[in-house]
């Protein structure tokens, strides 16, 4: 099975490189009913609902930008396999220049660090919004989950100290990428644009988890985003956005192949694989 897929825009490469996959429970949706989940589901006649963990490879400018890094051994044994989609993608830790999160959760960072906390890709400059990183150093949580979580965003934001550039949206990380400002999910949540010309790709990281429900019915939330209603309008617009274009994208958790469009469907929409 390849764990890679690729586009281009203009000069600039992006590699999708799956990490692993699993799958999610209705009881993650909150405030959707599990008939509407089971119908959603039977009309794409599929019976459970599946996602995947995506990192990616951005080639631009003579750079190597990896953006995420997988959850490695968090979640069992069918997650962990960056390094397999990076070999298979030709590119080994230190030919990675830039290592871009896209927030600090733990299916998005803990591949960059060895089980001990020392830095995986030791010549890659950290990337993260500002506001991501000042929420997980200095929040104060009283939920374990939440603490656990912030343990390891400060091991990342310490593994990579000395290297890390904090930015906003519309920032340029490499040559020809923008960051892009995704608020909800977590409060300084981002994605990326790719653009050359009329050519655009939209990284929209972790708007959705679900496609087949998210794309179907962009009401629907998970329980992971810290501020559901900014999630959702932050979904609603994207998607929008990236259907009146006509751009090409890609996220943190879309099925494989997972680069394609959108396509309108009633008050939704459907992933066009390409």
Known sequence: MSRI?????????IIALTDGATQFGAELFPGTQEAEINSILKNAGIENIDT??????VKSGGDTMLVDAGPRDLFGETCGFLGDALAEAGIANDDITHLYFTHLHPDHIAGALTKD????????????SEADHKFWSSEVFTDETLIQWQGLAKASIAAYAGRTEQIKDGDTLIKGITALNLPG????????????GSDSFVHVGDIAHAQTLQFTNPEIGIAFDIDMDTARATRKRTLDMIATYGMK??????????????????????????
């Open 185 to 196: 999910h977590t409060p300084g949540h981002m994605g990326f644009r790719a653009d050359d």
């Open 117 to 128: 906390g020392q830095a995986v890709f030791e010549k890659a400059q950290m990337i993260v």
């Open 52 to 57: 995947n963990f995506n990192a990616f490879i």
């Open 249 to 274: 994208m890609s996220g943190g958790h879309m099925l494989q192949p997972n680069i394609g469009t959108l396509k309108r469907a009633g008050s939704g929409y459907t992933f066009v694989k390409g």
């Open 5 to 13: 897929n690729s586009t281009k825009v203009g000069d600039i490469e």
